[in-house]
Structures are given as structure tokens and as C-alpha cells.
């Protein structure tokens, strides 16, 4: 039961560690808008290279990485773009890049046609399915939606309302996608931002992270050893801003420690650049490129309550907003399962409403846990505590309860196997609990989506092989499925009774 002290609320403020001194980023000329601090200095040296048709080049650029990345116009209005229905709309809500990727790669389909890759290599080539284009028959493409060897696009391509400017500036952008240098990807490194607690548990994570990506990758992947940025985040607020030092720097993608909600806001800012995240625990509503190891709150809550006969006339105990999100949602997997869903109620209601319930489900912080037990002490009502919620108040809960208290484990007791595994037994990440079980698993599964995402690995690549259906068998977890944004069934939450029986399983899936 140790194990749930380390998935605690954050620890008071430690030493946090330097940042290593890796380079800075050596190439930033075409950085999305919103982050292009560094326009002005990519036209002021444009010009003192070359003079003013370098200039006119780069504003080109500029210009159309506006409409590739944000349908928009530098100093202009945005562009207008006819959908599927008909109906025209800003082109600010279609850029390219939602389809065809930030790098122009192309997607897979999700349904009907796959946006194919556009950078200026691909078009120029002639496929199979059509001859090659040349500039007029991009544009008509993107503007007529009509294809080279006039066929008529699929009608999921908007159709782009663009000026000759416009054009010129997308085709300028186009072409250079190829030269472009990768975000966070360099000839020998790749960039991962390590988003850390403060204190012992970030210090343990972040050791058996590096020491995992040495041990499974000690010569790199495809040549490129992977950097490691750090950021502690001292206190919860400062979450979105430490992620968003970390994105400065330019990560491939960003691995995060933090917990719960704490974890949400970094993601979020994340998820804004499009970088993608390793998350340690589940966040209540993941971001479409927020994954994690484990399941968080709500998988815990809800498999909590789906252990009581009556789940749908449990009350969920919830304070603050983000406690209140938290129940929110946990109420609502529930009402999917039952005929009715649990009550989301306040510290103050609890004794009145409790009189009605089936269980009560609490996500209080510990003071007014204490309380909230207390009040419940003389009845019979089961008492449920998510162990990501304060697994480490248990014992102290069930105490003051006088009888025992159940909590939700996500954190599986078994490791994995093969390899990973063999390498986590001989590591010392094996001695430093559950952040060092976390730090190994998220280096072992870095260094397998390098792997997967191949040698061209893109922002895109890496989320494309978080999010597909392969296990990954990170050795200090059993295998698991990171598809649909959180952990995938493989991980299931076990119950304890703390102060009772010990250990439940999971229901069989
Ligand atoms: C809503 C998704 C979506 C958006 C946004 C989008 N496209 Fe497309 N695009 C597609 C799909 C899907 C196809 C494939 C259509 C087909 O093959 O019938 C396509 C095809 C194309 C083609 C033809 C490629 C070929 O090989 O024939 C070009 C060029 C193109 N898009 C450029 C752009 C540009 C430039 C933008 C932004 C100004 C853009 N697209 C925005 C979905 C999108």
C-alpha cells in the first residue's frame, strides 16, 4: 500500500534541479504564429544576407505559414472557405494543418478521404492516382477543388477562397515545408520537455525517465540521441506557464509527472502548439494529444462506484471547481452504466443527503476530508476515496471513519515483461517507488514511439503511434494501450479496503 504516498498532492516546493544545457534550437525560421517572436529577426537577417528580394521571400513565408497553420492573413482578414454543406466559413476554422498535418505529411483517414501529404515534393510528384501538379493546378486545387488530371476533390477539402498574393504565399510556404527543419528534431537529438512535481517524487521520475532512455536506446534512435528539457513546476499554478517555457524550447513532445488536474492545464497549453503529452495519470477530459500511463480520477471514481449495488444513488462529494469537473464527469460515466446518476453534492450538504445514498465517493482535499468522514461515522454507508485523489490520507480517513474506507488503485501491482522489463529490474528505478515505476515506464515508451514513428518522426508521427491500437510494454507496468487519449482497458483499477479486507480485483472486462 506504500506505493499510493506517492500519488499524493504535490509535495511542498524542493530544490528543484537546473535545467541540463542542451543547445537552443538552431533553426526557428518558420515558427507558427502566435509563438513568432522570432519573424522579425528571420526578416532583419534575410535582409542583411541577401537584400530585398531575400526580404520579399521571407515575408512570402511568413505570410503563408499564416494560412497553413491558421487560416489566416498576416494584417488581413481571413480568407473565406466553402465546406461540404455548401455554406461558407472563415477559412481561421479550417486551416490546413487540422488535415494535413502541421508538417503537410497528410493523415490517416479517420472517416471517408485521407488528406493526402502536400508539402511541394509530394505534389510534384506524379502518383498513381493523378499526374503531378505544377503551381496553377495546386492552386486550383486548393481554390476550384478540382485535382490534377481534373478530378474533382472529395468535397471533405474545403475550397479556398485565396488572392494571387495568397496564393503565391501558400505555394512559397508549400515548397519550403520540405526543407523545413522538424520541430524538436535535430541530425543527432531529439527534444523531449520533462514537465516535473517539485521535491523527491520529480527527482525520482526524472532519473528513471533519463536512465530508461539510456538503457533502451543507448545508442539514440536512428542516430538521434533524445535531449532531455526540464521544468519543475513549483506550484500548481504554475503549470501552463512552465509548460509553455518548455514549448519555447521546441520539444518533439513533452513527457509530464504532474498530477491530476495540475497535469490538465500543462496539457492544455500543449495541446495549443500541438505538441503531443505523456501524461503519468489520466486527466479529467484528455486533449486529443494528451495521453497517459495511468488512469486517473475519473476511471478511479467510476470504478469505484460501479463496485456499489446501487451506483446511481451515490453521492460524489466535491468542493472546488476543479473537484466539481472532476465529479461532473465521473457522474456522468456512471449514468452511461445505471438508470440514474450519482448526485454531485457540497461538504455542507453531505449530512442531509447522505441519509438517501448508496455510498459517497469523496474528492475533498485532506482537511476537509477529515471532516466530511467525520460526519459520516456513525452510519453505514461505504465511504470511497480515489486513490489519485489522496491514496496516502487512508489510513488516516478510515481511522476517523471507525470503519474501513475503500480506495481506488489504478496503479497495476504486477511490471511487464520481456526487455523493458529485464531492464527495470537492473535499473535503479526498481528502489524509488511509484515515480520511479512512472519515470521508467514513460522512457521506455518514448523510446518505442521514436522507434514506430520511424526516422522522419514528426509531432504528428509521435501522436499518431501514442494513439494507435499497439501495446506498449513500458517494464515497470504491465503492457499497455494508450488509444483514445488516456490509458486503454488494459490497466483496471483494483479497490483496497483500508483498515479491512486488503486487496479486491478488478471485475473481469
Ligand atoms: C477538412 C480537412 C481539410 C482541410 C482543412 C484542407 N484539406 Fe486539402 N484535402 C483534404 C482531403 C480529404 C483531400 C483529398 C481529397 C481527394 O483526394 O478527393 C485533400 C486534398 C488536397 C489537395 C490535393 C492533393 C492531391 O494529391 O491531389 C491539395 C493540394 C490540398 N488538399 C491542399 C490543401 C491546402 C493548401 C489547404 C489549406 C488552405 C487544405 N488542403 C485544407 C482535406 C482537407
Redesign the pocket.
Known sequence: MHELSATAPLPPPGKARPEPGLPAPRRHTLNPPGRCLLAPALLATALLLTGAPALADAAALLGGEA??TS?TRLGGEAPRATVASGNTVS?SA???A???GAEGAGRAAEAG????A?TWSA?SRA?AA?PA?DEPS?LR??VQGI??GGRA??N???R?ALSIEDGRN?VAF?RALDTRPLPGVEDSLVRIGLLLPPGRAGDAFAAAFEAALAAAAPEGVFGRRPGVLRATVARPGDARAAAERLLAQSPLAIVSALPGEVAAAAAGAATAARVPVLNARATAAPPPLSFALLPGIVEEGAALLGGLPEPGRALVVAASPDQRRLADAIAARIAQVSDDEPRVVSPADLPVAAAEASGVLLLLAPPAALSAVQALRNGPLPVLLPGAAGGAEAPDLAQALGRPLRVGIGVPAGIGAGAPAERFAAGPARQSGLPGRLGHAAGEVVVEALRRAGRDVTRDRIAAVLGAPETFEPGSLPGLRLAGGARAGSVAVWTADIGGAGLIPPPAP
Open positions: 494560412l497553413f487560416g477559412a479550417l486551416p490546413c487540422t488535415c494535413h478521404v485521407a488528406p493526402p502536400i505534389l502518383s493523378r501538379y495546386a486545387a486548393v485535382g490534377a476533390l472529395d471533405v477539402m474545403p479556398y501558400l508549400l
